[in-house]
C-alpha cells in the first residue's frame, strides 16, 4: 500500500501561481511513477502530469503544458505540480496518483485506471 496526501491547494486569481505538493508513505517511493489529476464539478476525472520514478520522463495535458512543471524528490517521497499562469478554467479538485514503476507509454500515464494509489484531492479554485 502506498499512502499519498496532496496539500497546496487554495483559492488564488487569474495569473497567480499556486505549488501543489503530495506526501507519498508507505512503500518505496523511488519504486513509483506518479500523476496528477484533477476534477471540476460535473466532469470526469482527467489527466493534468505525469513522471516517472526517476524524474527523467514527463508527461503533460495539452491544456496545461508550458504552465505547469511536475518534478519529485525521491529523497523527500514527495511529487510536486508547479502551476504558474492559472486559469479559471483551472479550478478543480487536483489528485495525485501512483502505480508501480515501468516502461510505459504516454498513453498509459494518461489513463486513470493506470494508476493503482490515489489521494484524497486538494481544492484549487482560480477566480478571474
Known amino acids: 500500500q502506498v499512502q499519498l496526501v496532496e496539500s497546496g491547494g487554495g483559492l488564488v486569481q487569474a495569473g497567480d501561481s499556486l505549488r501543489l505538493s503530495c506526501a507519498a508513505s508507505g512503500r518505496t517511493f523511488s519504486r513509483y511513477a506518479m500523476g496528477w489529476f484533477r476534477q471540476a464539478p460535473g466532469m470526469e476525472r482527467e489527466f493534468v502530469s505525469a513522471?516517472?520514478?526517476?524524474?527523467?520522463?514527463?508527461y503533460y495535458a495539452d491544456s496545461v503544458k508550458g504552465r505547469f512543471t511536475i518534478s519529485r524528490d525521491n529523497a523527500k517521497n514527495t511529487v510536486y505540480l508547479q502551476m504558474n499562469s492559472l486559469k479559471p478554467e483551472d479550478t478543480a479538485v487536483y489528485y495525485c496518483?501512483?502505480?508501480?514503476?515501468?516502461?510505459?507509454?504516454?498513453?498509459?500515464?494518461?489513463?486513470?485506471?493506470?494508476?493503482?494509489?490515489w489521494g484524497q484531492g486538494t481544492q484549487v479554485t482560480v477566480s478571474s
Open positions: 513522471i516517472n520514478w526517476n524524474g527523467a520522463s514527463t
Open positions: 496518483a501512483a502505480v508501480a514503476a515501468g516502461y510505459y507509454s504516454g498513453s498509459f500515464y494518461q489513463s486513470r485506471g493506470s494508476y493503482d494509489f
